[in-house]
T-cell receptor
Framework: GDSVTQTEGQVALSEEDFLTIHCNYS??????LFWYVQYPGEGPQFLFR?????EKGSSRGFEATYNKETTSFHLQKASVQESDSAVYYC????????????FGHGTILRVHP | GPKVLQIPSHQIIDMGQMVTLNCDPV?????FYWYKQILGQQMEFLVN????????KSKLFKDQFSVERPDGSYFTLKIQPTALEDSAVYFC?????????????FGPGTRLTVL
């Protein structure tokens, strides 16, 4: 079945550091790829999506590029802020199905002032 | 932005009892979902629901689980009877679009503890 792997379980950075969270996927079809962010006490929030090879998704300074060859969708941000501290989830949605999302384990990002 | 509400935020129940988790989706959304997250594990899809019907369910959606949305009110997940392995956080989500590209809006979750 489909799966999503996030390499980093936790990332600790200082403000203005560069962020990369690695996401790789395995899917039989041609999925849509998502990043969701979850703040304490809340549910996951949609950050952005990409639906085809080489498409870049972006929002609030975060970005990721769909790479079909390497089956990756790595999240990056040039300069993180303390307010970016949250859990980040990579997810895939199968084109053929009824909206089911397959999530990675999540990456806890802590940004220190 | 649009909000999904979940009631209660935390429920403690004895094994074998029935529990109903309530979800108030975004008002104009038509597609509804439940996901389950056991502590320390990834969030996993349980079921989705549209027009009064289950469209897809995973192997985690056991026979003891049921979902409904009577008369456009809460979207509910009922577990009867509960088992110890049902202890988890349950997230409800809704969307206005259909399919694997849809942006889903999630509630804050209900933490279910089965003793």
């Amino acid at each position: 079945g489909d799966s999503v792997t996030q390499t980093e379980g936790q990332v600790a950075l200082s403000e203005e550091d560069f962020l990369t969270i690695h996401c790789n996927y395995s899917a039989s079809g041609y999925p849509a790829l998502f990043w969701y962010v979850q703040y304490p006490g809340e549910g996951p929030q949609f950050l952005f999506r990409a639906s085809r090879d080489k498409e870049k998704g972006s929002s609030r300074g975060f970005e990721a590029t769909y790479n079909k060859e390497t089956t990756s969708f790595h999240l990056q941000k040039a300069s993180v802020q303390e307010s970016d501290s949250a859990v980040y989830y990579c997810a895939l949605g199968d084109r053929a199905n009824t909206g089911k999302l397959t999530f990675g384990h999540g990456t806890i990002l802590r940004v220190h002032p | 932005g649009p909000k999904v509400l979940q009631i209660p935020s935390h429920q403690i129940i004895d094994m074998g009892q029935m529990v109903t988790l309530n979800c108030d989706p975004v008002s104009n959304h038509l597609y509804f979902y439940w996901y389950k997250q056991i502590l320390g594990q990834q969030m996993e899809f349980l079921v989705n629901f549209y027009n009064g019907k289950v469209m897809e369910k995973s192997k985690l959606f056991k026979d003891q689980f049921s979902v409904e949305r009577p008369d456009g009110s809460y979207f509910t997940l009922k577990i009867q009877p509960t088992a110890l392995e049902d202890s988890a956080v349950y997230f409800c989500a809704s969307s206005s679009d259909w399919g694997g590209y849809a942006e889903q809006f999630f509630g804050p979750g209900t933490r279910l503890t089965v003793l």
